[in-house]
């Protein structure tokens, strides 16, 4: 039902920063929604997730380096990414559930979620 496309991937030097979007293309009412990435011979990984009233937990391995937010008004969701490392190379996708959970729920669960953009691409060199 709920279509969602990613934008601001690209390429980056090691220690540089990129900021990733993503919008509803359909619907903009959304719940619980999360950034998940899958680099290259890797399981998909949440790297982030944020409530609908704004409180959002982060992975260890970017904790202090990306910050999730969003615009509840435009139904947008934003991923910061600093101090990017070759490690953080990946495919992004977001995410957001079909079911409403309250206000204050989270979770970087991937079963969690039912509608997924189609990615893109972050590539962090040396």
């Known amino acids: 039902q709920v279509q969602l496309v990613e934008s601001g991937g690209g390429s980056v030097q090691s220690g540089g920063s990129l900021t990733l979007s993503c919008s509803a293309s359909?619907?903009?009412?959304?719940?619980?929604m999360a950034w998940f990435r899958q680099a290259p011979g890797k399981e998909r990984e949440g790297v982030a997730a944020?409530?609908?009233?704004?409180?959002?937990r982060h992975a260890d391995s970017v904790k202090g380096r990306f910050t999730i937010s969003q615009d509840t008004a435009k139904g947008t969701l934003f991923l910061q990414m600093n101090s990017l490392k070759p490690e953080d190379t990946a495919i992004y996708y977001c995410?957001?559930?079909?079911?409403?959970?309250?206000?204050?729920?989270?979770?970087?669960?991937?079963?969690?979620?039912?509608?997924w953009g189609q990615g893109t691409q972050v590539t962090v060199s040396s």
């Open positions: 944020i409530a609908v009233v704004g409180t959002s």
């Open positions: 995410a957001t559930a079909s079911t409403y959970r309250g206000p204050d729920y989270l979770t970087l669960e991937s079963h969690e979620y039912d509608y």
């Open positions: 359909q619907y903009t009412h959304l719940y619980h």
